[in-house]
């Protein structure tokens, strides 16, 4: 943490008078360490929820042990998956003598196509604003870096301008928007009794947000909690968006994840272009692709013509400068190979929905062991929730519980990836819950 | 086209909304006054704030709330390469770009990463999420060839390595972690330096000043300006030092001024902070390069040291380096390790995984190694070739006693010529090299065959224009 300026100088004064005397031996020794350690004010930072679940995980040899932390597929062996079309993009690619991105022409043609696809995928192929160009593309590090990327650019250009997130979000969107330091503000969204969603209470904080607020929204696969708007709620949230000027930030991480089918993922985006919103779009290929490890993805930002993009984009670019420079361009050639030649696309487009298929699956699966073994609480949110993420509605302690005596992982907020849930681990998991539930005192208030 | 479609929509909208969108918007973008404050933002550079009160006598349905950005200066670097491209004279030559190119000009994958990808494409490893720390198996080979793998600060795990995206993300870690834990303190950094080292820290708002570097009477290093000015700093100021190949003069310290440098940074309790991205490039040696680094650790002292495998992996797409941070004790660098992951994970996550498996596999493996060892001499050889051609070219053909030496005392990538602005533009307007501004040129982009040439593209500029 900070220390405030005059406990600095306190400190600084005590540590000089320490460093004299003993820098003093330090010249005339050459093998003497300094006893003053620069980074003793350095306290241990806390676990990070999510990949720490992970952690934990590995470091259990239970044979039993299940991950529902990270968000990450697995297929029905519990195992990592390589899509199909990425291998194929990998041959396609082994060999190209691509070392330079930014510098070679050929490079920064990858990026472009990177960012055109991309832009296709969440806004339609024969969308008004892919063909007139008029926004600021630019790839980033996945989702991560591309709201991180949007969050710097937001700073720069509305300093005083706060963000909203949905209750809850993603665990790292508060950290990302405070590090880029933007004041944090959330707006109703999961509604825990019917562990659904609180329409009335998300239209209420909309309005009487500050009129031009930025806000950010899932547009499918809602992170944690899978709970997603309708098509006319959504329509009616863009509309109050009009009315009060907002600005609409989408985390596009799990398209195609909901539904399985990409363009239906992307209606929520599509109604709010429809009515002439100028949004703001971070596209991650970490999940539908299978590219988690390469931090691929995309940020685009409407804008009111292409000129107005050109700039837009030079001060992106600008701050990506001053972080890493360039992406990574390995990733960003598979995207672009995947996206680029409608075959391997189209090999994509059904694996995508053979993951999804699986998940819904696994959901209905565990729903019905949950309803066989007799469990006094409703299940319904498990196959109502879509995405990857079932909010289950589990406390800390019951979490805890299923850690501790059934070495089954899964984020103390209650949410479990359904993507690590198999046909072989279904009915342990099921039992695991029904233990933890069974006696759960809020059983009579379940609706 | 716009407002149909909005238009079209409302028609389904409910039947609160009876004015037209227009009318609707009209009333409640109130630029310029009520709950908007752009009035009174405070100056921004950024914002070109002139822009507004035009928009507000415009009541357009699709306003940017970014209509107030303004255009980006162009990077002085990267502006060469385009200026390059677009020049159709033959004899054109691009000294601008800090990436290795072959005898015959062209980017050279080395030989142990095609291997080393192979290996990696034959087992089909999977692509899951790294850790937020990074491979581990690359931030253990990374530690142990930065400072040797039988240092005491590696036996002793007083090293806290994160892989970071390159030398940059690397760098911008380190910079987040000094405003995080010692916010106002300084960066001291080279005049001249890397031109992003500045961006990195002002995103990362740690407060910077130069210290003299390179002198250009002697085309040299003005070493008691140097100490001068680390010793007029702060105490407890960060000092950014080159660890070999100084980027953009090509002018490194010599061991014994190492040592004194040494002597007055810790006189100043000052931090040392090395940027390493040509290790093994600045004398072929990855170990001789690695000397000012682990003098300093030799010493005790704690240091920060960011890695880049762009150059001397030939990596540069795939953004692979490190942040090492040397400390005291084991305890304190899981410590500071642990606030690094902090710091990454707002960034970007967890780091890209490619360059990463390549750099483990090729140092991990000892045949490997040996050979990259082997393509790195030859590499940092073509340099020193090309430099001892454009030396003799340039004594040969220059009657005015000039002394060219520098071309030969200057080590790595770079050269800076003593070439002012106009001087620089000379070069390119009329003899079509490219270079950039400061009089560097890149010995990387120089092939033998044109070693003559520039040397009278040189001489020209040098003596011919002011």
Not at chain 2, 30 to 52: C, D, M, Q, V, Y
Request: proline share 5%.
């Amino acid at each position: 943490m900070k220390p405030k300026p005059r406990i600095n100088i306190i400190m600084w004064g005590f540590m000089g008078s320490r460093l004299t005397s003993s820098t003093r031996c330090m010249s005339t020794s050459t093998k003497a360490l300094s006893r003053f350690g620069w980074w003793d004010r350095v306290s241990p930072a806390a676990k990070d929820p999510i990949t720490g679940v992970t952690e934990a995980f590995l470091a259990d040899t239970n044979p039993h042990k299940i991950n529902l932390g990270v968000g990450a597929y697995r297929d029905d062996e519990g195992k990592p998956v390589v899509l199909q079309c990425v291998r194929n993009a990998e041959a396609k690619i082994a060999g190209c003598d691509f070392i330079n991105v930014g510098r070679e022409s050929n490079a920064t043609a990858v990026g472009s196509k990177l960012v055109e696809e991309s832009a296709k995928l969440a806004y339609g192929k024969d969308a008004n604003v892919v063909k007139e160009g008029a926004f600021a593309g630019l790839q980033a590090l996945s989702g991560t870096g591309a709201c991180r990327l949007f969050a710097e650019f937001q700073r720069r250009f509305h300093p005083e301008s706060p963000i909203y997130f949905p209750d809850p979000t993603w665990s790292n969107h508060p950290n990302i928007w405070r590090d880029a330091q933007v004041p944090v503000r959330t707006f109703q969204y999961y509604h825990p009794v019917s562990k659904g969603l609180n329409f009335a209470a998300l239209m209420d904080d909309i309005k009487n947000a500050p009129d031009a607020s930025f806000f950010l929204l899932h547009p499918c696969a809602h992170n944690p909690t899978g709970v997603d708007p309708t098509v006319e709620q959504w329509r009616e949230i863009s509309y109050q968006f009009k009315e009060k000027s907002h600005f609409p930030f989408f985390d596009v991480a799990y398209q195609g994840f909901a539904s399985g089918d990409l363009d239906m993922d992307a209606q929520a985006i599509r109604i709010f272009l429809e009515d002439g919103h100028l949004i703001g779009c971070a596209q991650s290929f970490a999940k539908n692709m299978g590219l988690y490890g390469h931090r691929v993805g995309c940020l685009s930002v409407l804008c009111a013509d292409a000129k107005q993009a050109v700039a837009v984009k030079s001060q992106l670019q600008q701050i990506a400068r001053a972080m890493y420079s360039n992406p990574p361009i390995h990733g960003l050639l598979l995207v672009s190979t995947i996206l680029s030649d409608p075959e391997t696309k189209a090999l994509w487009v059904k694996e995508v929905k053979v993951m999804a298929n699986r998940i819904q699956q696994m959901r209905s699966t565990l729903r019905e062991s949950l309803e066989k073994l007799a469990s006094p609480l409703n299940w319904e949110h498990i196959t109502n929730q879509v995405g990857m993420f079932c909010f289950s509605g589990l406390t800390a302690d019951q979490v805890d519980r299923l850690v501790r005596e059934f070495h089954i992982y899964l984020t103390r907020d209650g949410r479990m990836s359904m993507a690590g849930v198999t046909t072989s681990n279904v009915s342990y998991l099921a039992n695991a819950i029904h233990e933890v539930t069974r006696y759960n005192r809020e059983a009579s208030n379940v609706c | 086209m716009t407002s149909t479609s909005t238009m079209l929509s409302l028609a389904s909208a409910p039947p609160t909304a009876s004015l037209s969108v227009h009318e609707n918007l009209k009333g409640r973008l109130k630029l310029g006054g009520g709950s908007l404050s752009f009035n009174k933002e405070r100056a921004n550079p950024f914002i070109n704030t002139k822009s507004f009160s035009r928009i507000s006598m415009v009541a357009a349905v699709k306003v940017s709330r970014f209509e107030g950005v303004t255009m980006a200066p162009p990077d002085p670097i990267l502006g060469v390469s385009e200026a390059f491209k677009a020049d159709n004279d033959k004899k054109k030559l691009n000294l601008g770009v800090g990436a290795y190119r072959t005898e015959e000009l062209q980017p050279y994958v080395l030989n142990v990463v095609k291997k080393a990808e192979n290996l990696m494409v034959e087992r089909g490893e999977n692509k899951e999420y790294l850790p937020i720390e990074g491979l581990a198996a690359f931030n253990k080979a990374t530690a142990e060839l930065l400072f040797g793998a039988s240092n005491p600060v590696i036996k002793e795990q007083r090293v806290a390595t994160v892989q970071g995206l390159s030398g940059t993300g690397s760098l911008r870690l380190a910079a987040a972690l000094i405003e995080r834990y010692f916010p106002g303190a300084k960066v001291l950094i080279s005049s001249p330096t890397w031109g992003n080292h500045k961006n990195i820290f002002n995103d990362a708002r740690v407060p910077w000043s130069e210290y003299r570097y390179y002198d250009p009477k002697t085309v040299g290093l003005d070493f008691d300006g140097m100490i001068a000015d680390i010793k007029a700093a702060p105490e407890g100021s960060f000092v950014l030092l080159h660890g070999c190949a100084h980027n953009p003069t090509g002018i490194d310290p010599t061991p014994e001024q190492w040592e004194k440098i040494a002597d007055v940074i810790q006189e100043k309790n000052h931090i040392p902070f090395f940027d390493v991205a040509y290790q093994g490039f600045a004398s072929g040696s990855l170990d001789a390069d690695a000397g000012s680094v682990r003098l300093f650790a030799a010493r005790g002292m704690e240091l920060l040291v960011a890695q880049s495998y762009s150059k001397n992996l030939g990596l540069y797409a795939e953004r692979i380096g490190a942040i090492n941070v040397v400390c005291t004790s084991a305890d304190a660098a899981a410590r500071v390790k642990s606030q690094l992951k902090r710091l990454a994970r707002p960034m970007y996550s967890n780091p890209p995984i490619h360059g990463a498996k390549i750099v483990a596999n090729v140092v991990g493996d000892p045949t490997l190694f040996n050979e990259w060892k082997a393509e790195m001499e030859m590499m940092a050889g073509r340099i020193k070739n090309v430099r001892q051609k454009l030396y003799d070219s340039l004594t040969a053909k220059d009657k005015s006693g000039k002394d060219w030496s520098f071309i030969l005392k200057q080590i790595g990538m770079f050269s800076f010529t003593g070439l002012n602005k106009a001087q620089s533009d000379n070069m390119t307007n009329k003899w079509h090299v490219y270079m950039t501004k400061d009089g560097r040129i890149s010995l990387a982009g120089l092939s033998l065959a044109k070693c003559e040439y520039l040397a009278d593209a040189i001489i020209d500029s040098f003596h011919n224009v002011s």
